[in-house]
């Protein structure tokens, strides 16, 4: 008699969903995926129960995959299996002649490659979700995924958006979508974002090629996430494979995995299994509640309830008002304000990717409100949008968000001190200093897990954010979650659940998370006392008291909330317009409003090489709005005759005389342009010069360069400048040299200034990692030899034991004499830019300009890792000058109590030190995300400036593109110091 | 606020306490009795848990790496317990003075003391680098010649405990024999006998025959994982999420080199600095005489393994160095350098097919000797499994241990493969 197939029973739990597979063979008899709102248990149970038929009184062989599978397994005592090893049982079974495989889950990414050995990646600690990613773009699009996959069909171009995490494409989005650019355009260019991130952060330097299957969710769902797959790896139709299993490929991995155990199951032993799981509660580390009881809540209530402001009725109110918009980057918020401060009208919504439409309904609202007998004499506006509303609606004013937000809580409490304002996707926060903004932080792209977090997340969970919050109050035990980022939220989410947390423990958790991220990686406070005493707190997200309580519990300090807290920025912006109102505003009238249109196009700005994406917007008067510029050509303004100083752009310039030369040997040397090429570039190419060769630079970066060589970057975690010099040794090769050159060397020039003169370790070592992990690297040599560039004799040797291993015919007179002639090369250049620094800190003074000392690693230069932000600044009337052009300047040189051993952070600390000793000039440091190293200059330089009564400002950098951020800081920097020079 | 340095005076050798940070327990409790035998009062710190992260974040920069947090977060935490006199109380760091962002811990955890209010407390850098003296310090020849022997005795109780517990019959049994040593060495030392060399080897062998005589140990075969990594997160449970344990419980071997290979290639830097830079003749000569020296006591050990016992010895260093031809230069010197891709290398070539690679989020010269290696590592080696992972103190140990499971799976498949043993595969 023949012997029926044994069943087999995959199941797989991931982060946001389960799927079951029961299978006799290779035959599929039952299939389901479906979302689990964090009810693992109850969810598989009810799976189960449409099962008995199917089982009926055969046994069945088990095993239980995904990440929050792993929790099931072990509380009901089923067999386990990796996920990705699952995966692969599939592919071994179903299509066994597949190469890659991408699969693509709720918040997980995997590559497994099938030649020579199984190899399997999965993303890392930092890499976004991918499903959970895409799901959080929708919801900042208010569109639903579907609607998304749809809308990228139709795009016509795609934009750059960072996807490594869902808090920096936001940043990329956001002001896309305040630009008013296509939604078709972003939604292709958020699956473009997703391939990029698969490319870059999972293959590692493999590159995905030959048959390849793409598993998971959001790739059997999303049409649009396949084509650009397959169009960015150039896959032919029989080389992409779309298998209609490919949602539930785990668990039938899984299923077939199951085949191969000896534990059989009946269906009423898995029932009573995973039913008793349910009651097993591992122990979950809970903090204490937020509130004990409700009369806790009561009194807590009451206190805030005195922050308030009073209302009108707008209805019977005569006389003049003010109104100020404040439009964010999540949200559009206005009030209209009676003479004497009360409210007569406010709005809190939204903007729903369409911030001009919004404003434009609100102003249709107030005139209608206001009728004849309320007269509107002054506008103001604010916000990620300001630029763009004030143009559109010929707003009286625009100030920046930091100087409302400080206007509006000095109303509430002249003696503020310190304001903290966590919104729908930033964090500011602000100290006080005798009556004037001393030092502003912001949130660095990396530390959000602000309001539309918690927002995003309660709706992931099936909830509106309000009784999300609400959960949270008397939650018993909340949830630790850590002060990270929302990446490592989600992950700690995942645990919790499996550990059985309830929705109102992880809300309450994500409060004290929220809060804690806030003090301790942006504000980075010790204690409540370095805050101050008068702490106002605003933003949407301190209306949701969960997260007002946790603040005040982390600060053992109470703060005031005022009622309008999330109305601040237009609470701000409409007292500015009283301020500053004259007889008549200069706002679009009822009548001219009637006939307002908007209409706006995506464009490349030709004004220079940049080739920035910029937006046209036009308006119905014909007026026409610029945004996305990195410049005044940009903004289709004429460059000004004499135009200020930049040693930023003087040093590119520099870097641009030295052009592609020819030499009597029949042979190219490249010299990339990337990390310590910015600062040894003019000795190395002197130097082959000299002995004959012919040389080249890549030339500066930009994105496509970067894209060029993003496949074989191994570590996703390292800094944008290191990883963007693939795309340099990518394009000396196209260039065609015949090899390249980027030595190796722990140490750099030695200024003697410093008790060493290291190189961090990724510019002294680069060259190793480049070696091994970029295969076109073999059409060419590539050389990177051992140097001491502080030692003539000793560089000397080294490199005729070199050029002689690789040539061969140097002589030493020959070297030693390139060697010298390297050597006056670089000091030349070094010191050219010593004077420009000189003439531009004099012309400062002459002509009475402010002077940023924009500063950072020499590659910072570079326009793609700088993204042109010393271009920004001279737009806002600043000189700018690079450290290295001011550093020789101090008269004293610093004394910093870290140790000062690398040859960058030296003049970091002496420009810093400079800029104490010099009037009118300030520092801003740039700092590039992942530079563990600047974690301890950004203290240094700091504390140098605050000893020196000078403030503080640093800008994070990375991949990211977004200006908007910048130039906020950049004008509120200036906001601060007009104020202190008003009061001083 | 440039903070003045707290000078640990010889008055207060006297009556201060030094904490020390922990790192590798077995070690580190040993080295304790060897400053106390010298007339310091040292406390080796024990805190641990969630705390410990919490007082780090609060006091540090987050963007620090993982070790200095868990290191500052150790120390405040103990001095803010109560049960320290904190204006009797010193701390202790070593400080290597390379080009990593490592060389500043003591700076960052004067400026964390400083901030919690706790600036009154020395900080002492351990250093041979003479970066910093403290009169109440001072690091004599004989010292350090018996903390050198602490390493020795720690590196071969971790070798040997690492190669007993996954298969010993009583559970316990192999930690119990080890502390039964730990606590015998700590007796000697005590006891004032001088320590010289010829004691050092009679405990060698007497431990070797111990543990291979006496703790009963199963035949089974196991798949064996090596872990290396950045050096506190490789050895220290408290950052690495109890690793060690972990891979045990799920039915692994683990395999690690010890802390004499760190110390060897930290004594190594300056020789090479000289034959790549030409730099200071002097110390080289001086390194490469100590260098020596390490190495003849690493070929004793490995001997007395191989007459003593059936044990895998550690690897003869120079066979280390020599392992990265073709992979990574000697050069790459900052942080674990090119020792990290050496110890890879050295677990394949011994059999190890798996290796994790643990290191702090963002750790700069792991993106070179770590993931930058990898793939040569793989296309040579085809079949072995390197898995990197990245700890601090936001990462969910649940991803963690989803990629360790990763790796465990492919391996027992591949032990399967191999033997004829059932396919088991539980939790």
Partial sequence: MEKIAQLTLGIDIGSTT????????????????????SQVRQKTLEILERLQELIGTSTVKVAVSGSAGLGLARAAGLPFVQEVFATGETVRHLEPDTNVVVELGGEDAKVIFFDGGTDERMNGTCAGGTGAFIDQMATLLDVTVEELDRLSLESTRIYPIASRCGVFAKTDIQPLLNQGAAKSDIAASIFRAVVNQTIAGLAQGRRIAGKVMFLGGPLSFNEGLRRQFVHVLKLSPEHAVFPPYARISVALGAAFFAASLNEEFTYTDLVARVGASATVKTDTTGLAPLFTDKKDYAAFRTRHAAAAVEYADPATYRGNAYLGIDCGSTTTKLVLMAEDHQLLYTYYNSNKGNPVGIVKEQLEEIYTVCGDHIKIKAAAVTGYGEELIRHAFHLDQGLVETMAHFTAARYFNPNVDFILDIGGQDIKCFKIRGGAIDSIMLNEACSSGCGSFIETFAKSLGYETEEFAKLALFAPAPVDLGSRCTVFMNSSVKQAQKDGATVGDISAGLSVSVVKNAIYKVIRAGSAEELGENIVVQGGTFLNDAVLRSFERELGHNVIRPAIAGLMGAWGAALYAK??????????????????????????????????????????????FISGNKCEKGAGKRAA?????????????????????????????????????????????????????????????????????????????????????????????????DGIFYPSMTRNIDERVADNCYNCPVVAYYAELLSHNMDTLSSVRFFYPYLNINDDKQLCKELLAFLNAEFGGFGQREVANAVRTAKLAYQAHMKKIRREGERAVARAQREGHRLMVLSGRPYHIDPEIGHSIDRLATTLGFVVVSEDAVAHLATHPARPAALNQWTY??????????????????????????????????????????????????IKIDEITNLGAVTIRLRSLIGALEQQEGRG | MATERVIFTKEMKRDYTILLPNMLEMHFKIMAEIFRHDGYKVELLQNEGQSVIDCGLKYTHNDACYPALLVIGQFIDALQSGKYDVNKTAVMMTQTGGGCRASNYITLIRKALARAGLSQVPVISLNVSGLEKNPGFKLTLGFGKRILYAV???????????????????????QAMADKWVGYLVKELNSGRSLNYKTVQKNYINILKDFELNLPRTKEKKVRVGIVGEIYVKFSPLANNNLERFLVGEGAETVMAGLLDFLMYTVNTAVVDYRLYGMNKMRARIMRFAYNFLHKKQLDFIRMYRENSSFIPPTDFEKTRASIQGYINEGVQMGEGWLLTAEMLELIDGGV??????????????????????????????????????????????????????????????????????PIHHI
């Fill in chain 1, 641 to 737: 005759a004499n135009p200020l100083p930049n040693l930023h752009a003087y040093k590119r310039d520099l870097f641009a005389e030295m052009v592609p030369v020819a030499g009597k040997r029949d042979f190219t040397v490249g010299l990339p342009l990337a990390l310590g090429m910015y600062e040894l570039g003019p000795f190395w190419y002197a130097l082959f010069r000299a002995l004959g060769f012919g040389v080249r630079f890549s030339g500066f970066s930009n994105r496509k360069l970067y894209q060029k060589g993003q496949y074989s970057i191994p570590s996703d975690t390292a800094c944008y400048p290191a990883k963007i010099m693939h795309g340099h040794i990518e394009q000396l090769i196209e260039d065609g040299v």
């Fill in chain 1, 579 to 624: 301020s500053t109102a004259k007889e008549q505003s200069s706002m679009l009238t009822r009548e001219e409003l009637k006939s307002f249109t908007h209409t706006s196009k995506a464009a490349v700005c030709r004004g220079c090489t940049n080739n920035c994406n910029i937006t046209v917007n036009t308006f119905a008067d014909g007026e026409r």
């Fill in chain 1, 18 to 37: 389960a799927k079951v597979v029961l299978a006799r063979g290779e035959e599929i008899l039952y299939e389901c995926y479906e979302r689990h709102f």
């Fill in chain 1, 905 to 954: 952070h030296a003049r970091l600390y002496n420009a810093a030190k400079f800029v104490t000793e010099t009037k009118g000039a300030e520092l801003v440091q740039l700092v590039s995300f992942g530079c563990g190293i600047d974690a301890i200059t950004t203290d240094e330089v700091r504390s140098i400036l605050e000893d020196g009564n000078k403030l503080y400002t640093q």
């Fill in chain 2, 353 to 422: 097919k798996n290796v994790v690679c643990a290191q702090p989020f963002g750790c700069l010269p792991n993106h070179i000797v770590g993931k930058g290696m990898m793939k040569i590592i793989r296309e040579k080696h085809p079949g072995v499994n390197l898995v990197s992972i990245d700890y601090d103190p936001g990462a969910s140990r649940i991803n963690q241990e989803n990629r360790l499971k990763l790796m465990l799976a492919n391996a027992s498949r591949e032990l399967q493969e191999e033997s004829t043993a059932s």
């Fill in chain 2, 152 to 174: 020795y005795y720690g590196d071969l109780l971790m070798s040997l405990v690492n190669q007993c517990r996954p298969y010993e019959v009583l559970q316990g049994s192999t």
